[in-house]
């Protein structure tokens, strides 16, 4: 994962209205909505009646997408699947593209996350508008008694806020606790690898016989799990120790190799797919309390 914990890195700034900056998270996005374009028009041509390979999987997610949106939000609102899916793919896409390691997570900016959800907040109060009228809208904050509406108003703002900041705090937080891992690590690695090798070879080659030694006596007199464990570790030191006296580790951070990576996977695959989930499902949600079915309409009209 590729995140700064100072924030978005600016690359330039484009000097109009005041200045643009054109930041890390810019450019991943609009990577990502470049390659969600090319996508889009490549697995869109050349379809087939009878779907094969790609096509299929293709359709099944379509499928997916459209029987949840009628499930959440009624058949009637089928129209909005486009845009559901949309918001998915960019999350996930947004998170994934900082595993490149020189490019950052769009949805580790607030910004990012913070324009899907008023866009969404903007969907909802359009369709309070388009239903009851501008008054008829203004009048809903009033409800059930005037005393209510600073804390109705509180709550449409709200409702963005918090989306935005789940979907951000979860991954931004899980690249700074990746970061502050991987340099503790690495200042451990160099701790210990140098304590080892700073007598030359000498050290090195006591551990590595101290880890041989011990392996085989786990396997002929003691299949004890704590000796084989003692014995790896020793025999591991001893070898790196030898390599970092030679020279050909200097530098290298070795026990920080593949503990930051695999909370990185975490944190960007795993982590990455539930919050573009809860991120959609929340979506799905409020735009399908905005739009209900139209008998439910007329019957709180009349």
């Not at 996930?92 to 008023?118: K, Y």
Request: net charge positive.
């Amino acid at each position: 994962m590729s995140l700064n914990v100072t924030g978005a890195f600016i690359y330039f700034t484009i000097p109009v209205f005041g200045g643009i900056p054109i930041t890390q998270t810019t450019v991943s996005s609009l990577l990502v909505a470049i390659l969600l374009i090319v996508a889009c028009v490549k697995l869109g041509k050349n379809l087939k009646t009878r779907p094969n390979g790609v096509q299929v999987l293709l359709e099944k997610g379509v499928t997916m997408l459209y029987d949840m949106v009628a499930e959440s939000m009624g058949p009637h609102n089928l129209h909005w699947a486009p845009f559901v899916g949309t918001i998915f793919l960019c999350s996930i896409c947004g998170s994934l593209i900082g595993m490149t390691g020189f490019l950052r997570s769009a949805t580790a900016d607030l910004s990012c996350t913070l324009t899907w959800a008023v866009m969404v907040s903007v969907i909802i109060w359009y369709n309070g508008i388009k239903a009851n009228g501008l008054l008829g809208w203004m009048k809903g904050f009033t409800e059930p008694i005037v005393v209510m509406t600073p804390m109705n108003i509180v709550s449409e703002f709200a409702q963005p806020v918090s989306m935005a900041f789940r979907h951000f705090g979860n991954v931004a937080g899980g690249g700074v606790i990746t970061s502050i891992l991987y340099v503790a690590l690495s200042m451990l690695s160099n701790l210990v690898l140098h304590a080892v090798a700073s007598n030359g070879v000498l050290v090195p080659l006591v551990l590595l016989a101290a880890g041989a030694g011990l392996l085989v006596y786990a396997k002929k007199k003691s299949p004890k799990k704590r000796y084989i464990v003692v014995g790896v570790l020793c025999a591991v030191l001893g070898a790196f120790g030898a390599l970092e006296a030679a020279g050909v580790l200097a530098g290298v951070p070795v026990l920080a190799l593949g503990i930051p990576a695999v909370l990185s996977c975490y944190f960007d695959i795993f982590s990455g797919f539930v919050q573009a989930y809860v991120f959609m499902l929340l979506t799905m949600v409020y735009i399908g309390n905005s739009c209900p079915r139209p008998e439910e309409k007329e019957a709180v009209q009349s």
